[in-house]
Every structure is written in structure tokens, then in C-alpha cells.
């Protein structure tokens, strides 16, 4: 990798390294970081390297460690151990709970050359894989520089990034030139990843197709639906802020044409719910929290569902769905979770981040996209009048994600020439 870009990226990171620390304490007081752990995003490890092979897989959160779990099993059960690396606090928790005996977890370290050497010292993988969009170029140089062989997989590249990466084409080729194997969820995407440099490309598909349907605690779904026995309600999921403030107003428009409407609020980032909750206060509407235990009455107008690993429970209560991140420019989050469970799927038009899925559940009307809160509230209204519509929608986004099945096979077939030999006691690297 010798583009002079990359040397200027490199120097950036070197001069960034107090900045880096600054972030991470902005962060920390934000709720957003374990203070407990600040070693691990600066390359200092918190636990020791297991013996034998060891594959490094770096999902950024919640969504792309969940559809990586079954990946990381299939390593552990050909003799490998796995390094699962992830950028959030809510994904952390997530694998923490949800990965497979012989999964380490540690936060990714900052792309900065330092930071990455210590943790590559450190953690000395066999092979790494990163998922879908995580590109870091000082990550890359090193990889290449210690001959670890380096594939994407889930590989997507949205038109935004593509153009970005265009801009810098020497840069772009000397960054993807570097990965052994992508892995792309269509066409398209192998399409990009190929005219930005990267040489060897497969479009095996969108691994999310092949997730596992959410679960829920069946005792606590009884009583939740006990609790809103006859209530017309419907679900705001992976909220952003502003986001919250705009579902408000379309509950404030449906409110009075629905006896005891019921919107439930599922943010993103559950850290934020208090601040949530005081916006919606303000707007005069009365707000409860799963996290504090408090009970949903006829007066609730908002439920704020501050909690992690129940999103399966609200799809179930809830057969209505808007997908949040999508009203802002966030890029949309995924909707095969709640098409899983068989829900009716409404979603903003900012939806770049997973562009195929929507453009195709879209055209096949297994999601309804609206513009703005008008759009989003009339939609609302329409679908709570039209329970045989919402049964119709469901039924169409379900039969989507089915016919969308077997990436993830195809994803492990690929995957197989590249994971060492089951050979538990060496700790051999494998060679280009």
C-alpha cells in the first residue's frame, strides 16, 4: 500500500492520537464507552490469547454481530478460536451474552498505526475478517505488511461510499487492492468492490436473510399483551434523535382518531432514553419506561423500551413497524427482523445502508416508505383501520426474507479454503 494518501492518513493518525483520547472521554461521559475497557480502543488488550489458531472478526454492531454469530460458531467447531471485535456498548453486550464458548470479545482499537500494532502483537490472528461496510486502511496496511489474509465478508458498498472512494482512485485501489476476498451481498456491490481495486470478488448474497427470528420470553409476552389487551398501538424501532419528536407528532395526529393509541419506542441507543423522555414530556404526552419497571395504563401515550435483547417481544405486541434511521440521513436499519416475526413495515426514505433490501421489499410492497410526518402518520391510520392490509403486508415481507434464504452457506462454503486446518495445539499463521 504506497499511495501518498495513505502516508497523509497514516501522519493524521499519528497527530490524532490526543484527539483520540479527548473522543473517547467525550464518549465515555456519554454513556457510550466502558471506561472499564479504554485499553481495548487503544490496542491494549484486557485478556490473554488463547492457545492454537486464532481468527479475528470485526463486526461494527449490533446488526453485523448478530448475523456474524453463526460464522464465528462454525470456527469454533472447526478447532478455532475466535477474537469478535465490535465499535458499540450495546453490541458488546450483545455478543457478551449471545456468543458461542470459545468467542473472545474486545472493542476494535482506533485505526492508527500504533494502535493497531499493539493489538496485532497482541492478538497475533491467523486470518481476519471484517464485516459488511468496516474499511480502515491503517488496519489493511498492517494486515498486508504481516501477510494475515483478509476477506469481507457480507460485503456492502452503498453509491454514497462508492463515490467517496472514487474521488481518491489510487487511494481506493491501494486500500481494497490489500483484501484477499470479498464476499458482497449483490451484484451491485461486488460491482463497486471491484472497480475500487479489489481483486478477487463473490456476490454470495445478504447473510441477515439467514438470521434467526428474534425470540421473547413467552411468559413476559403474555403479560405485555395482557397489559394492552384491545389497544390499538404500533412500534417506532432503532430510533435516532429527532426521530423520537417526529413519531410524537404523528401519535399527536392519531391519537384523537384512536381510543387509546399506544406508540412504543424502541431508540437505537437505549442510553438515551431519559432525554427521550423528557423531549416527549414537554410535548405533553405521558411517557412510561420498560427499564424502570413502570406500568403501561390507559393513559400511556409513549412506551419508551429502554431495554436490550426484547425487540423480539415488541415486534410480537406490535404488528405495525417503523423502522427508524430513516426520516434523517442515517441510512436506514435493517428490516428482516420485524419481516421475520410477520409484521407490516413502514420506513423513511433515507435507506442507503441497505439500499438493495429496500428498493427490492419496496417494489414487491413488502415495506410501505414515507417522506415525512405527515406521510407517516396518514400510513399509521390507514393500517389500524385495515387489520386484512397489515395481515397482507406481513404475510409479503415474511415470504421475502424466506426466498432470500442461503447466504450464509454460500458465505461458509467461500470462507472454507481460507480457515487453517483443525489443529488445536499449533499456533501456526497462515501465508499467502
Known amino acids: 500500500m ?27 461521559r456519554q454513556g457510550k464507552e466502558d471506561q472499564n475497557r479504554k485499553g481495548e480502543r487503544f490496542g491494549v488488550a484486557s485478556k490473554e490469547r488463547p492457545s492454537g489458531n486464532l481468527i479475528w472478526i470485526h463486526a461494527a454492531s449490533v446488526g453485523e454481530a448478530n448475523a456474524v454469530l453463526p460464522l464465528a460458531k462454525q470456527v469454533v467447531d472447526g478447532g478455532s478460536k475466535v477474537l469478535l471485535t465490535t465499535a458499540t456498548l450495546t453490541s458488546a453486550q450483545v455478543v457478551e451474552a449471545s456468543a458461542p464458548e470459545g468467542v473472545i470479545h474486545q472493542f476494535v482499537p482506533y485505526d492508527t498505526r500504533g ?71 449483490s451484484d451491485d456491490d461486488a460491482a463497486r468492490f471491484k472497480q475500487l481495486g479489489a481483486i ?19 411468559v413476559e409476552l403474555a403479560d405485555f399483551k395482557d397489559q394492552l389487551e384491545g389497544r390499538p398501538r404500533w412500534l417506532a424501532a432503532s430510533t435516532h434523535p429527532e426521530e423520537e419528536v417526529e413519531v410524537a407528532k404523528a401519535h ?16 437505537r441507543h437505549p442510553v438515551r432514553a431519559q432525554e427521550i423522555r423528557e423531549e416527549l414530556e414537554q410535548m ?40 427508524g434511521g430513516s426520516l434523517r440521513p442515517i441510512g436506514g436499519h435493517n428490516l428482516l427482523e420485524p419481516a421475520q416475526v410477520g409484521c ?12 438493495w433490501i429496500y428498493r427490492h421489499f419496496s417494489k414487491e410492497e413488502g415495506v410501505l416508505l414515507v417522506h415525512n410526518t405527515s406521510e407517516l402518520a ?36 467461500e470462507l472454507q479454503q481460507y480457515l487453517p486446518v483443525k489443529q ?7 501465508r499467502r
Open 344 to 355: 407490516a413495515i413502514l420506513s423513511g426514505v433515507h435507506t442507503q445502508n441497505f439500499a
Open 200 to 218: 478477487r470478488v463473490r456476490p454470495t448474497g445478504n447473510i441477515k436473510f439467514d438470521g434467526n427470528v428474534p425470540e421473547c420470553d413467552p
Open 115 to 185: 494502535n493497531i500494532k499493539r493489538f496485532l502483537n497482541h492478538w497475533s490472528p491467523c486470518l481476519a475478517i471484517t464485516v459488511e461496510s468496516e474499511i480502515w486502511p491503517a488496519t489493511f496496511h498492517e494486515l498486508e505488511k504481516r501477510q494475515i489474509p483478509l476477506i469481507i465478508v457480507n460485503g456492502r458498498m452503498s453509491e454514497g461510499s462508492f463515490s467517496n472512494w472514487n474521488r481518491v482512485p489510487s487511494f481506493a485501489h491501494s486500500v481494497f487492492g490489500t483484501v484477499d476476498c470479498v464476499l458482497a451481498q
Open 378 to 413: 396518514d400510513q399509521i391510520e390507514n393500517l389500524l383501520h385495515n387489520p386484512a392490509e397489515v395481515q397482507t403486508r406481513a404475510d409479503t415481507a415474511k415470504a421475502l426474507v424466506e426466498s432470500g434464504r442461503g447466504a450464509l452457506a454460500a458465505t461458509q462454503l
Open 2 to 28: 504506497s499511495s501518498v494518501i495513505f502516508r497523509v492518513y497514516q501522519g493524521l493518525g499519528r497527530l490524532a492520537a490526543p484527539l483520540l483520547v479527548g473522543l473517547y472521554k467525550l464518549r465515555a
Open 284 to 323: 405533553g404526552l405521558v411517557c412510561t419506561q420498560r427499564s424502570r419497571g413502570e406500568a403501561t395504563t390507559n393513559a400511556t401515550d409513549i412506551y419508551i423500551a429502554d431495554t436490550l435483547g426484547e425487540l423480539g417481544l415488541f415486534y410480537r405486541v406490535a404488528p405495525i413497524v417503523f423502522m
Open 252 to 267: 399527536q395526529e392519531l391519537k384523537h382518531k384512536f381510543d387509546r393509541l399506544l406508540t412504543i419506542i424502541v431508540p
Open 424 to 430: 488445536p495445539e499449533q499456533q501456526g499463521r497462515s
